[in-house]
Nanobody, 116 residues
Framework: QVQLAESGGGLVQAGGSLRLSCVVS????????MGWFRQAPGKEREFVAS????????RYADSVKGRFTISRDNAKNTVYLQMNNLKPEDTAVYYC?????????WGQGTQVTVSS
């Protein structure tokens, strides 16, 4: 059974940084396209960033380009989201997902709150 566990969220002032981690247990991490999504109160879950398993191609939402960086460590079964120059509008629950091309797995999420 594949399980995802996010960590690293917290409260930070605008302009600050956080690094989120997502550890994947079970399955074959190196073959999963990994992604980060977020959901703010009263809003739908939205795409933030992803990294393709085959060639590490990355994609970012326009709202985070130049501020957020996704990376992965296959030896640690972990994907990271480095978030710099955080803004109050980045406040949300952040979720990682693993796409095996057959099943989409989700973590429970970690709260990120950015104060102005």
């Amino acid at each position: 059974q594949v399980q995802l566990a996010e960590s690293g969220g917290g409260l930070v002032q605008a302009g600050g940084s956080l690094r989120l981690s997502c550890v994947v247990s079970g399955g074959t991490f190196s073959t999963y396209t990994m992604g980060w999504f977020r959901q703010a109160p009263g809003k739908e879950r939205e795409f933030v960033a992803s990294m393709r398993w085959s060639d590490s191609t990355t994609r970012y939402a326009d709202s985070v380009k130049g501020r957020f960086t996704i990376s992965r460590d296959n030896a640690k079964n972990t994907v990271y989201l480095q978030m710099n120059n955080l803004k109050p509008e980045d406040t949300a629950v952040y979720y990682c997902n693993a796409d095996s091309r057959k099943v989409l797995y989700w973590g429970q999420g970690t709260q990120v709150t950015v104060s102005s």
